[in-house]
């Protein structure tokens, strides 16, 4: 007898198995014909299937077993198949366009003519595979081991290299304009001819590289090494190379016009016919022979160029060496928050604020507007983990002193945190001694609240201004539109540390190349700021 009771089996829940891929293959007729789009086959065994020409896309194929699997044409395109097998599969013409190949092995794999446009190939396993003609597109390819890879041919247009091994490959003649490059290795890479204009290569390993006659304008190298590297005849024209190390480079009829290399190291550079007009030397170590041969022509801080000779080359390369107590030779930023006792929901708002702040100023400084944008809507913190702010020293008494290790960009994200923090921190301590003036001034209610109003609107205005100075800071010359954009983003980060100083005193440190001494620090007033070169 029937009661109308339906029991779920959890069929449509569980993932498909092989049985059941081959059930409805015998349905349709053909892999050409089959349909799985968006099914769940997590973890299945379709190793050394025949899928060829399938409707895939959207399926959730993580952990699947698609080892020597016929993919030829498949489509997969937003499929997520992170962490699984495809080695030594035929994926001849598939399309996997933002398809999530986090974790996943390709070794082996034919990836003729493939299309992986946005697609998510972080710490995929590609060794020995073929790239050369595959779309990469916008793809994320970080941290992965691209040094027996073949990218001839290949489009990597937007593409996200950070953190990538390509030492010793062969990218000669290849265009990577705006690419992000940033932390990869490319020691005894031969990019010789290659298109890098507006490329992010800053913290990039480019030692013994060969970059002959390679465009590199307009790209950041802040603190990359390209330590006995061959530029010679290389563009890098309006180009950031501060903190970049190039002793023993090759430079000669190299365009550096308008670069910026303060703070480089070019000890013992061979600069002979190379173009540094407008160029800004202030603070970098350079022979006293190149010295010379540049004072007849427009450098800028060339007076303020420090001489440094073959023997003391390697003591720029490494640093100094930690002092005692703890400083090193990295960027910091130290907070004290002397509010007694201290509420932890107020700590935890004041790092995550902290965190946001130098996360948007990270994206910005490193030309990823596209992903600036999605962490505005989305706080996702895989971004938050790619800009690595990391406390460094955390005290357990009160006042509380965190200290900040921001290494990444010692010129634009640390001076930009600088400005906004400055600035935020001395408005609210001004309107804070105003509030004081006028405690004794009995003013009505209408008045206090036009008062309020008033400062509301004059704040949102003075927040707009300072997030336009640090666009300026992190990445000058951008176009209005997308500086209009990125200052948006930053307003509502500035506003919240504003609410924030209202409630606490914060006093701000930020140094680079050593810490600000204890004794110091300890007569910073509150909302200013020391920094030392």
């Given at each position: 007898m029937s009661i109308g009771i339906q029991t779920d089996t959890g069929r449509k829940d569980r993932p498909l198995t092989r049985a059941d891929v081959e059930r409805r293959l015998q349905e349709v007729g053909s892999s050409g014909q089959l349909k799985l789009i968006n099914e769940n086959l997590e973890g299945v065994d379709l190793s050394r299937f025949n899928l060829s020409g399938a409707d895939l896309h959207g399926a959730n194929l993580r952990e699947a077993d698609l080892h020597g699997a016929?993919?030829?044409?498949i489509y997969l395109s937003g499929a997520n198949l992170s962490r699984s097998d495809l080695s030594d599969a035929n994926l001849g013409g598939a399309i996997l366009s933002s398809a999530n190949l986090n974790e996943a092995d390709l070794s082996g794999t034919n990836l003729e003519g493939v299309i992986l446009s946005k697609a998510n190939l972080t710490s995929a396993n590609l060794d020995g595979t073929n790239l050369s003609g595959v779309d990469l597109s916008n793809a994320i390819l970080s941290g992965i081991d691209l040094r027996r890879t073949n990218l001839s041919g290949t489009f990597l247009g937007g593409a996200n290299l950070s953190k990538t091994d390509l030492s010793?490959?062969?990218?000669?003649?290849?265009?990577?304009?705006?690419?992000?490059?940033?932390?990869?290795?490319?020691?005894?890479?031969?990019?010789?001819?290659?298109?890098?204009?507006?490329?992010?290569?800053?913290?990039?390993?480019?030692?013994?590289?060969?970059?002959?006659?390679?465009?590199?304008?307009?790209?950041?190298?802040?603190?990359?090494?390209?330590?006995?590297?061959?530029?010679?005849?290389?563009?890098l024209s309006k180009s950031n190379l501060s903190w970049a190390t190039l002793s023993?480079?090759?430079?000669?009829?190299?365009?550096?016009?308008?670069?910026?290399?303060?703070?480089?190291?070019?000890?013992?550079?061979?600069?002979?016919?190379?173009?540094?007009?407008?160029?800004?030397?202030?603070?970098?170590?350079i022979s006293e022979y190149e010295k010379d041969l540049l004072r007849s022509i427009n450098v800028e801080g060339l007076d303020e160029a420090r001489v440094k000779s073959k023997s003391e080359s390697k003591t720029i390369?490494?640093?100094?060496?930690p002092k005692s107590g703890g400083s090193d030779s990295s960027s910091t930023l130290r907070i004290r928050i002397t509010e007694e006792p201290l509420i932890?929901?107020?700590?935890?708002?004041i790092i995550a604020t902290l965190v946001e702040l130098h996360t948007k100023s990270w994206l910005i400084q490193q030309g990823r507007f596209k992903d600036f944008g999605e962490y505005v809507q989305t706080k996702d913190p895989r971004f938050e983990e790619e800009a690595n702010l990391l406390i460094e020293e955390l005290t357990y008494n009160s006042p509380i002193e965190i200290k900040f290790n921001v290494d990444l960009d010692p010129r634009s994200v640390v001076e930009a945190m600088k400005i906004g923090l400055d600035a935020i921190l001395q408005r609210q301590?001004?309107?804070?001694a105003a509030e004081l003036v006028n405690l004794d001034k009995e003013l009505d209610v209408k008045k206090k609240a036009l008062e309020l109003e008033k400062k509301h609107i004059e704040m949102i205005q003075?927040?707009?201004?300072?997030?336009?100075?640090?666009?300026?800071?992190?990445?000058?010359?951008?176009?209005?539109?997308?500086?209009?954009?990125?200052?948006?983003?930053?307003v509502p980060t500035l506003l919240q540390l504003a609410n924030i100083s209202t409630e606490l005193e914060i006093i701000l440190s930020v140094t680079q190349g050593k810490m600000v001494p204890e004794e110091e620090a300890q007569h910073i007033p509150s909302g200013s700021t020391a920094f030392l070169p």
């Open positions: 016929n993919l030829r044409g010793g490959t062969n990218l000669s003649g290849v265009n990577l304009s705006g690419i992000d490059l940033s932390r990869a290795n490319l020691s005894h890479a031969n990019l010789s001819r290659a298109v890098l204009n507006g490329s992010i290569l800053s913290g990039a390993n480019m030692s013994g590289a060969i970059l002959h006659e390679t465009q590199l304008s307009r790209s950041l190298l802040s603190g990359a090494d390209l330590r006995e590297a061959d530029l010679r005849g290389a563009d023993e480079a090759n430079l000669s009829d190299a365009n550096l016009a308008d670069a910026i290399l303060s703070e480089a190291n070019l000890s013992d550079a061979n600069l002979r016919g190379a173009n540094l007009r407008g160029a800004n030397l202030r603070g970098a170590h390369e490494q640093g100094p060496k932890a929901r107020n700590l935890a708002t301590h001004r309107l804070k003075y927040v707009f201004e300072v997030a336009s100075q640090m666009v300026d800071m992190l990445r000058p010359g951008v176009d209005a539109i997308t500086k209009a954009t990125l200052v948006k983003g930053l």
